[in-house]
């Protein structure tokens, strides 16, 4: 009970990814220009899929949330980034600390559930073709989408709740660039035992809720286009559903990395969070209008428009 008599932490520093001077002008021109091409990316296909009227499936509906959901969690991550790399003292108040921890998990539970949704539509498409547009209707996407919203926020607040309940009296230094759940437990002054509990319950509920649908929705797809004998036909089927499995890939491994593993606050620990934080959401609207014909087509027509209105 000692505890509650020693000075409250009331902010924190966050360490950041280096102390050189030189070499943070050089992270802090690297992030803006990553950050510029994240806003820039998702908010262009946020505009392509709501502009064109070819692009409104549910495919792409999910699309565009995954879109902003991405320029959401960027926008919570870097411009903090940004800011503690122009200047030497890199303090953050113990409120905004804590809801930059909220919104992360919000952004990350959300975005897991909107592709385990993803894919489940790719199946409904790819396996079902004739029952796809009753079996994925607009209030059946609607309802999807919110529930990842609403398990987004739920999650969220369990979690940051019960950390804002532990005691911090010292030290108040955060080993790594931004306030997450790993760095945090480590500054806790009282025994984090039921936070640690609830976020392995939470991720292993989560896991189990989004990765089964996730692997069960691809191992029928694939198992469907083994069975085509027409060479064009499962190409056309690999090469629907090779973007969304390669955002799949890229989220869920650095994502599995980063939450799964002690923190430490090494330096590859620093550079899988940046990968999974910054890097991320700016390679998911790359991915998804290089590898897809119909959002390529749909910024044609788009540049064609507007370049038709400026004539």
Not at 55 to 65: A, G, V
Not at 119 to 143: E, I, S, W
Not at 145 to 169: K, P
Request: proline share 4%; aromatic share 10%.
């Amino acid at each position: 009970m000692e505890v509650r008599n020693v000075t409250t932490v009331t902010a924190f520093v966050l360490l950041g990814l280096s102390n050189n001077p030189q070499i943070q002008v050089l992270l802090f021109g690297l992030f803006l220009v990553i950050y510029l091409l994240t806003l820039t990316g998702n908010l262009m296909m946020i505009l392509v899929i709501n502009t064109d009227s070819h692009l409104h499936t549910p495919m792409y509906f999910f699309l565009s949330h995954l879109s902003f959901l991405d320029t959401f969690y960027s926008t919570t991550i870097v411009p903090k980034l940004l800011e503690n790399l122009l200047f030497r003292w890199k303090t953050v108040s113990f409120l905004e600390c804590f809801a930059q921890i909220s919104l992360v998990i919000f952004s990350g539970t959300a975005e897991s559930c909107l592709l385990s949704v993803m894919a489940y539509d790719r199946f409904q498409a790819v396996c079902h073709p004739l029952l796809y547009t009753v079996a994925m209707n607009k209030k059946v996407c609607t309802g999807l989408v919110g529930l990842c919203w609403a398990l987004g926020i739920g999650i969220s607040l369990i979690n940051t709740l019960l950390l804002a309940q532990q005691y911090f009296c010292g030290p108040n230094l955060v080993r790594s660039f931004a306030c997450e759940l790993p760095p945090m437990l480590l500054l806790t002054c009282s025994d984090p035992y039921t936070s640690i509990a609830c976020i392995l319950t939470t991720m292993v509920v989560m896991g189990m809720a989004t990765l089964v649908p996730l692997l069960g929705s691809y191992t029928r797809i694939i198992m469907t286009a083994l069975g085509i004998n027409s060479a064009k036909g499962r190409s056309k089927i690999f090469s629907t559903c090779s973007s969304h499995f390669l955002v799949i890939t890229i989220f869920y491994g650095s994502g599995f990395f980063r939450y799964m593993t002690p923190s430490s606050g090494s330096v590859l620990e620093q550079v899988v969070s940046v990968q999974y934080s910054v890097v991320t959401p700016m390679l998911n609207p790359l991915i998804y209008s290089l590898k897809n014909q119909e959002v390529k087509a749909a910024l044609r027509r788009m540049v064609v428009r507007k370049f038709r209105s400026t004539v």
